[in-house]
């Protein structure tokens, strides 16, 4: 089924909401699939997302009685938040006085909100659909209090905004791929200075996304452990951090190992773009799947059928994307013929593992804005 139009949404989303008058507002933030340059963002690393055709929705109108309230089009229940942030409702409810808190600590006026939210970033993906709900939370009250913010400036405030609602120490670099996306552009994000540098995606290479059917369970906790051992290796090195780290100094540690060769497999792949060489892009994008399987261990054995599978079937490479333990694979492929390689891939994968795949090709998008 195709999703469903920008309009069809914002109708949806205003039938949603309670408050019956007054004038209704929306923000978009997108998610995003990350190219190259895995878990090296809390390590000061360089890595290379692209913000997706896919987003979030936050529609609103203003509420005279002081309380915010929140649905959703995809997930049941209602978020009601007092103003002294007392909060009743599911816990995706957690983001919402947290977005209110950081904007006002922003500069905008606090307000009170009657929200809805519709989202076609698929969650536990590896896509960033709470990187998406948070930007797009904090810019929607921000917008509603007055402020229109810087987007480096809304990136990290949503950043802190998902680390208080989910508690996972996530580094910078999805909040930033939601709100300084470029279309038809990858961003190559430092993630010590964080300067943002767009580079062209070739309009002859199809990015494409398949779900591998597994949803992520133990992100989270796998997740701050390896940020911790990484932390950990770069205080043993007396270093600030695994980004000044030489190849030979980590040698004997895998997770350290992968860190340091993922940062730099990032240039090269920014230089493969540039120089149209798609067989390079694919073998950078294989090395850096079997660092992330061997080394840092956040693959899965069905997932790595995936990525073999989709080499099988004509694309140049593939990696997990995202976080890891399930989630998405992305590949490169020919634009002409992509179709043919995602189905073949598919069902191959489906037929070996019995999970269910499910496969799209994503356009590089634009970040976080009003609409
Ligand atoms: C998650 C986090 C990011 C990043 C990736 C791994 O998506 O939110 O900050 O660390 O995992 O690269």
Same mark, same amino acid.
């Given at each position: 089924?195709p ?46 997302p ?7 929705i ?17 997930l ?8 002294d942030g ?11 006085p ?5 904007a006002?600590e ?43 913010p ?25 909040q930033?791929?939601s ?41 989270g ?21 695994? !980004?000044? *780290?030489?190849?030979e100094? #980590? +040698?004997g540690?895998p997770?350290? &190992?992968?860190? %340091?060769?993922?940062? =730099? ?23 850096g ?24 079937a ?29 189905? !073949?891939? *598919?069902?191959?994968?489906? #037929? +070996?593992?019995?999970h269910?795949p &499910?496969?799209? %090709?994503?356009?590089? =998008? ?6």
């Open positions: 089924m999703d469903p139009s920008r309009a069809d949404r914002l109708v949806a989303l205003a039938d949603a909401l309670d408050a019956p008058v007054g004038s209704l507002a929306a923000v978009r933030a997108p998610g995003r699939v990350n190219l190259i340059g895995e878990h090296v963002d809390y390590n000061d690393g360089l890595v290379l692209m913000a997706i055709d896919r987003d979030t936050v529609a609103w109108r203003s509420r005279s009685d002081g309380r915010t309230t929140a649905r959703s089009l995809e049941p229940g209602r978020v009601d938040t007092a103003a007392e909060r009743t409702g599911p816990t995706w409810g957690a983001f919402v947290a977005a209110a808190r950081a006002v922003l500069g905008a006026a606090p307000v009170a909100l009657d929200l809805a939210v519709t989202s076609t970033v698929p969650p536990g993906g590896g896509l960033s659909s709470s990187a998406a709900l948070s930007v797009a939370l904090v810019l929607a009250h921000c917008t509603a209090g007055g402020l229109d810087d987007r480096r400036t809304l990136a990290l405030a949503a950043r802190e905004v998902e680390v208080a609602a989910t508690g996972v120490p996530v580094g910078t670099m999805d930033l791929a709100a300084l996306g470029v279309a038809d552009h990858a961003l190559r994000i430092d993630c010590r200075d964080l300067t943002v540098d767009a580079v062209a995606i070739p309009d002859e290479l199809a990015i494409l996304v398949v779900h591998s059917g597994i949803e992520r369970t133990l992100a906790s796998e997740y701050a452990q390896r940020r911790s051992a990484c932390e950990e290796a770069a205080r043993s090195l007396g270093l600030a951090s695994l !980004r000044d *780290a030489s190849p100094q #980590v +040698a540690d997770f350290a &190992r992968h860190v %340091v060769a993922e940062i =730099a497999r990032v240039d090269a792949f920014v230089a493969a773009l540039r120089a149209g060489d798609p067989g390079a892009l694919g073998r950078i994008l294989l090395d799947h079997a660092s992330l399987r061997d080394d840092f261990g956040v693959s899965l054995p069905a997932i790595d059928v995936l990525v073999d599978e989709l080499v099988a004509g694309a140049y490479g593939a990696r997990i994307t995202g976080a890891g333990f399930g989630g998405c694979v992305v590949a490169i492929a020919p634009r002409d013929g992509v179709a043919g390689i995602a189905d !073949r891939a *598919a069902a191959r994968y489906a #037929v +070996a593992t019995g269910t &499910r496969s799209f %090709v994503v356009r590089a =998008a634009s970040g976080a804005a009003p609409c």
